[in-house]
């Protein structure tokens, strides 16, 4: 909109800046303003003058960035909306596994995470040795429905 009033302004100043067929109006350099963002010309307006040139180059320009950064945030926001809905699916999965890791620990050593944590705090154990010991009484591969005895409600096999 900017450059409907720069280029009135310089039709006004020296009509000669601008090839034009009738008296053109304002409403004749919005057009023509908006036709420049996309690189077009219009046969009711042209420029011929070198400011008119400048002014055109620049509408041209600053027009084709503003629609390049209209493209790029609709194409960044559906991949940010993608990448979110990924996200959510991973943190589901992974508190699913979580849950299914603390089934395990009750069935195996009869008490809650918590309280094992607790235990081997108490015992001076470092989180590194419960890792590995936690690993080595896993099987390789086990399903949620073996570890928890229920199924349906739970997801798909997976493989530590």
Do not use: C
């Amino acid at each position: 909109m900017a450059f409907t009033f720069i280029n009135w302004a310089v039709f006004l100043i020296d009509p000669a800046q601008f090839s034009y067929t009738g008296h053109p109006n304002l409403w004749a350099f919005a057009y023509y303003s908006a036709t420049a963002v996309y690189f077009g010309e219009i046969d009711i307006v042209s420029p011929v003058g070198d400011v008119a040139i400048v002014a055109k180059l620049l509408n041209d320009v600053i027009g084709g960035v503003g629609v390049l950064t209209v493209v790029l945030s609709i194409f960044m926001g559906y991949r940010s909306t993608r990448l979110d809905s990924s996200s959510v699916d991973s943190i589901q999965l992974l508190n699913d596994k979580a849950y299914d890791i603390e089934e395990i620990a009750i069935e195996s050593a009869w008490m809650s995470l918590e309280e094992l944590e607790e235990r081997l705090l108490s015992a001076s154990w470092e989180l590194f040795g419960v890792m590995h010991w936690i690993l080595a009484k896993t099987p390789r591969q086990w399903t949620v429905e073996a570890a928890s005895g229920r199924g349906e409600d739970r997801p798909a096999p997976y493989t530590l």
